[in-house]
């Protein structure tokens, strides 16, 4: 009989141990980023009286009997389902939409992990908890060792934008409306509200267009000899002028038709210029203008600005090549360097103005001079490196980029995300951190929509995800399960009483 008190009792501790996570879930209803616990039951051990016989021919067979004694704590298991956004408006409130945690060290070196992103940057520009962890940046998009560089972003930069010695088809990308239609190079530039027209340098100042269609008209309505023998030359010393074009034309003198036949047979020696699909190359001047070598034919344009919207652009950019497609020129590509440099004194150094953080959790910090320093994927399509824009929009990247590694370094401008086998293997250690435990499993490093890991969001945290409702619901079980043990040992107790009682 005595079992009975100590089952009863059993239930009790176990009710009890239900009631303190409840408390904990209830209590942390507005902790940021807190995961509910639930927990689950599994009966004890059983006394057997009996275990049972097989039938044989002449009896039948007989079932075990047995007795629990009790109910144990199986688990107690976190819910790791993502809470509410809440929004706060501050750019370093990080959350985590989908799976993943941050990582962040402590001054000892440990790495833990955590989902509240209520972060900000510390005097040293570095990214911190409230407790003042560092959250580790990273520059790779996958990696099966944690980063130990903090995310940093520096508050004071000197920077000095320069083009190279020689012009190069490095890869830079984004500037911003440039195109040619109709003949015309079009750059929007400096915030122009008209784009910067650069044509071609004639003494005419038209286009390519324009120019074939004057020699044309002269042909038609040639006064005299020299006249036509004048536009005919011209016209052969074009690209793409053919025979056919030139001889088509009606010429009033003999003269001229002598001129016609020895600039056709000149202009058959002249490969066809297409306006379908021609690499230009280009170089910087001394003069500030742009030099447009065209691959075929063997002929060089000087291109200068027109007088609309006049820009020293020229004179600061070397654009290295353009593709022209279906008569529209697009051009991505830029030669220039930055150099980023530790500040020296006050007079030359840029502060930063803002920054914003995207999804894969890559910062982009932008300077009083309205230039921006941030980071992008490399050709490798896993190391990230430095982008430097322009106020302008001249986008400087890769090696051209050269960023002294006491200032800043890729790492410092992505948050690292990790990626956790079983997240119910994380040991909690308070202040919303988690480290590794022996059943966590293997954890990858990654970034932001990156290896399975959600997108981060800035702007906002993520509440609590208890659900107060079902916290009442279970808290109201777990005293009917303490009232109803204590019932059995209540009743246990009395029957022992009776027993006591009959030996007087």
């Known amino acids: 009989m005595s079992q009975s008190l100590y089952t009863a009792m059993g239930g009790i501790s176990a009710a009890q141990t239900e009631l303190n996570v409840i408390s904990n879930n209830i209590a942390n209803i507005n902790t940021t980023g ?25 009896t039948g067979g007989t079932n075990p009997i047995q007795v629990g004694i009790g109910v144990q704590v199986s688990a107690v298991s ?10 706060t408006g501050a750019s370093t409130d990080l959350m985590i939409q989908g799976s993943g945690f941050f990582t962040a060290q402590s001054p000892a070196g440990e790495v833990f992990y955590t989902r509240a992103g209520n972060f900000s940057f510390d005097s040293a520009g570095d990214l911190v908890t409230t407790d003042g962890y560092k959250i580790i940046g990273t520059d790779k998009v996958l990696a099966t060792t944690s980063a130990v560089t903090p995310t940093h972003i520096p508050q004071l930069i000197v ?31 400096n915030n122009n509200a008209t784009p910067l027209e650069i044509t071609i340098d ?23 000899p020299a006249t036509a023998a004048a536009a005919v030359a011209a016209a052969a010393a074009l690209p793409g002028v053919t025979p056919a074009e030139i001889t088509a034309k009606t010429i009033a ?25 021609v690499t230009v190359t280009c170089d910087l001047t001394t003069n500030g203008t742009m030099q447009f070598s065209v691959a075929a034919p063997a002929t060089s344009l000087t291109f200068s600005n027109s007088a609309i919207n006049q820009s020293n652009f020229l004179a600061q950019t070397g654009l290295a090549t353009a593709t022209i497609a279906a008569n529209t020129y697009t051009s991505n590509v830029l030669d220039y360097k930055v150099d980023v440099s530790q500040v020296t004194s006050v007079s030359a150094a840029t502060k930063i103005n803002s920054y914003s953080i995207g999804g894969d959790g890559s910062i982009q910090a932008t300077y009083a001079n309205g230039d921006s320093l941030a980071v992008k994927v490399g050709a490798d399509g896993n190391t990230y490196q430095f982008t430097y824009t322009t106020a302008e929009n001249i986008v400087i990247n890769g090696t051209n980029v050269n960023v002294d590694s006491n200032v800043a370094v890729p790492a410092n401008f992505v948050v690292q995300l990790a990626s956790i086998t079983n997240p119910d293997g994380l040991l909690a250690r308070g202040s919303n951190l988690f480290s590794a435990g ?26 609590s995800n208890v659900d107060l409702s079902t916290e009442f619901s279970n808290m109201i079980m777990s005293q009917r399960a303490v009232q ?12 022992m009483d009776t027993i006591v009682a009959m030996g007087r």
């Open 438 to 463: 022996a059943n966590s499993g293997n954890i990858v490093y990654s970034v932001g929509n990156a290896m399975g890991l959600g997108n981060i969001a800035s702007g906002g945290l993520e509440s």
């Open 253 to 277: 003198t003999a003269e001229a038709a002598a001129a016609v036949a020895a600039a056709a047979a000149a202009a058959a020696a002249v490969p066809a210029f297409s306006y379908g699909n």
């Open 484 to 495: 109803a043990n204590s019932r059995v040992f209540t009743t246990t107790s009395n029957i």
């Open 34 to 58: 807190y995961k509910s616990s639930a927990i689950n039951f599994s009966d004890v051990y059983y006394g057997t009286i009996s275990s049972g016989t097989g039938a044989s021919g002449t």
């Open 159 to 189: 920077t000095n934008v320069t083009p190279n010695a020689s012009f190069t088809t490095n890869d830079i990308t984004s500037l911003n409306n440039c195109s040619m239609t109709d003949g015309k190079f079009n750059l929007s530039v």
């Open 202 to 224: 004639t003494a005419t100042n038209t286009t390519m267009a324009m120019l074939r269609a004057d020699i044309q008209r002269q042909l038609n309505d040639a006064a005299s």
């Open 78 to 87: 976190k819910n790791f389902n993502s809470g509410t956004w809440i929004a």
